[in-house]
């Protein structure tokens, strides 16, 4: 079965540094996402990516924030300086159809961990 | 801003007992979704609700729907151990046309054996 895949699982680091997850969405989906939970809370919607643009942020998503589909298959986060309060688990998700139109396939998740 | 609000954030049950969490919307949504999310694991899509009034079930879970597409409900019957998990609501709100879905808190359901 397809699935969405994330990497890393886990990532360390320290205050200030930039961090890089990466995810490869299902191969045939078209719509892409962004999501973080903080330990024990929400699912928080992130960022929305189609046709190479971002189409919606959220407050959250602020300009420490970029992402990226560098190369037709992985469609990357990027935290500029991370902060201590960026430290969550990281899930990136894709859909075939439009979100609410059909499903969100999630990936295990990214754990950042801000020291 | 856009709201869903889930309650209650945590239900013990006995095995055997039932269980119902319900998801709440400040503005009319197009659509629902909901997820199950195991202990350490990612969300995993249960259902998608459209229409107003909606009922589905899959085996023991029921999923509702409201009539002015403000709410929804998951019942499940007879619990099992099985069960655990946080199950999170998710609503696509009319007027988005990028497709986010706004998530409800989550209620995370222990099952005692």
């Known amino acids: 079965e397809p699935e969405v895949t994330q990497t890393p699982s886990h990532q360390v680091t320290q205050m200030g540094q930039e961090v890089i997850l990466r995810c490869v969405p299902i191969s045939n989906h078209l719509y892409f996402y962004w999501y973080r939970q903080i330990l024990g809370q929400k699912v928080e919607f992130l960022v929305s990516f189609y046709n190479n643009e971002i189409s919606e942020k959220s407050e959250i998503f602020d300009d420490q924030f970029s992402v990226e589909r560098p190369d037709g298959s992985n469609f990357t986060l990027k935290i500029r300086s991370t902060k201590l309060e960026d430290s969550a688990m990281y899930f990136c998700?894709?859909?075939?159809?439009?979100?609410?139109?059909?499903?969100?396939?999630f990936g295990e998740g990214s754990r950042l961990t801000v020291l | 801003g856009q709201q869903v609000m889930q309650i209650p954030q945590y239900q013990h049950v006995q095995e055997g007992e039932d269980f119902t969490t319900y998801c709440n919307s400040s503005?009319?949504?197009?659509?629902i979704q909901w997820y199950k999310q195991r202990p350490g694991g990612h969300p995993v899509f249960l259902i998608q609700l459209v229409k107003s009034g909606e009922v589905k079930k899959q085996k023991r879970l029921t999923f509702q729907f409201g009539e002015a597409k403000k709410n929804s409900s998951l019942h499940i019957t007879a619990t099992q151990t099985t069960d655990v998990g946080t199950y999170f609501c998710a609503g696509r709100v009319s007027s988005s046309n990028t497709g986010k879905l706004i998530f409800g808190q989550g209620t995370t359901l222990q099952v005692k054996p």
């Open positions: 503005t009319t949504l197009s659509n």
């Open positions: 998700a894709s859909s075939e159809l439009l979100a609410g139109s059909g499903e969100l396939f």
